[in-house]
């Protein structure tokens, strides 16, 4: 097993885009890591570099204790699946997991044992003589997970490989994953676009944009505690509201006007605001923290305003809700106890301790 460490690494292609500037990245030996981010933004780059399928244009790449920079995909001793299974066709489950080794002149013994072996942890041994066109897309999934397991290799490589797959079988499929990562107890770094996915299987989450790092962290630590309005918008769902609002200081308090509504900050985030300086912010509300009048529980007084129902999306256990406060629109989230439909004129309050304040321009970091 190994960690691995990404020093000042830069990828700069031909034409002179620059795809990934100056990336300082340390992943832990046996850990489950995430790169997410939206389209674009050099995450699969970032793992292709680790993989040695691109080539690092400048800085330095280390698996376990060595430099690999210079050194070739076969020899750093890595697995990497990908979105597209890649499965021989003509081959059934037993040969396509098996062909790596059979190509590194493994004996036979050694590669039946190793193929039944990932077969069984992966729960396909019944369908070792199945070709790959009578399987489902989640068996080929783990038919492509076999053929990097047998390679007993130091640090697994995922690149989006739950893509094709329909949402009920990704749910399954994360589960399967997370058992395999306990099992085998080696280094997973996995790239994906959905933030549903890092937040559930992650040990930690890397947020990039732009081939730049905006926050490592816990998944609860990226939700709770985000270092920027681009983190706290591309973590949660539905995403975090953001309204532009103006602090000012009226009578010894500090109030947040939003122009719809007023909002009382408590002490201690009162003091931060005064440190920073009066002014332009942008308030940060997860759907979560909009409560009917009452409903609210937190140590700073909750803080009430009205809102008019525009759509109502039921969901089961829970019912989705857009507002409009006047010239906001809020997205809230309330339990299904609570009957509301489309058109209701509701009585609101805020959990004010868990809302965020951000900058504007710039980087907008959080304040709180």
């Known amino acids: 097993m190994a960690g691995i460490l990404l020093k000042n690494v830069k990828k700069r292609f031909e034409n002179g885009f620059v795809a990934v500037e100056r990336l300082n990245l340390e992943i832990y030996d046996k850990e489950f890591l995430v790169l997410v981010g939206p389209s674009g933004c050099a995450k699969s780059t970032t793992l292709r570099m680790v993989a040695g399928l691109e080539e690092i244009t400048e800085g330095e790449l280390y698996i376990g204790d060595t430099r690999v920079n210079d050194t070739p995909p076969k020899d750093r ?11 021989y066709p003509h081959m059934n489950v037993y040969n396509n997991i098996a062909f790596g080794l059979k190509m590194r002149k493994i004996p ?16 396909i041994d019944d369908l070792l003589k199945r070709k790959p066109r009578q399987l489902s897309g989640g068996q080929r999934q783990r038919v492509a997970l076999g053929r990097a397991i047998v390679r007993k290799p ?9 893509s094709n ?3 009920k079988l990704r749910v399954q499929m994360r589960t399967e ?36 790092i905006h926050q490592v962290g816990a998944p609860l630590d990226l939700y709770d505690h985000p270092a920027n309005r681009f983190v706290a918008g591309f973590i949660g769902s539905p995403s975090m ?18 122009r719809d509504f007023l909002l009382e900050l408590g002490e201690t985030q009162a003091a931060l605001i005064r440190e920073r300086g009066l002014g332009a912010y942008t308030l940060g509300v997860r759907s979560e923290d909009i409560h009917p009048r009452g409903g609210a529980s937190g140590d700073l007084p ?4 009205t809102a008019t129902v525009n759509v109502t999306e039921p969901l089961g256990k829970e019912t989705f809700l857009e507002l409009d406060s006047g010239i906001h629109n809020l997205f809230a989230v309330f339990s299904r106890e609570r009957a509301v439909k489309a058109r209701d004129r509701l009585e609101l309050e805020l959990d004010m301790g868990k ?14």
């Not at 130091?154 to 739950?162: H, R």
């Not at 058992?179 to 770094?189: A, D, V």
């Not at 965020?356 to 709180?368: I, K, P």
């Open 77 to 87: 001793n890595i697995a990497m699946v990908f979105q597209d299974y890649a499965l």
């Open 108 to 123: 036979e013994a050694e590669i039946d044992r190793l193929v039944r072996e990932a077969a069984e942890i992966l729960g």
């Open 154 to 162: 130091q640090v697994f490589l995922f690149d989006e490989p739950l």
């Open 165 to 167: 797959l329909d949402a």
């Open 177 to 212: 994953l997370k058992k395999l990562h306990e099992k085998l107890q080696t280094t997973i770094i996995y790239v994906t676009h959905d933030q549903v996915e890092a937040m559930t299987m992650g040990t930690r989450i890397v947020v990039m944009k732009e081939g730049a």
């Open 241 to 258: 509201n953001f309204v532009p609002c103006l602090l000012r200081e009226d009578k010894g308090r500090v109030l947040v006007d939003t």
């Open 302 to 305: 909750t803080q009430p305003f």
């Open 355 to 368: 809302i965020h304040l951000f900058e504007t321009g710039g980087q907008e970091r959080a304040v709180f």
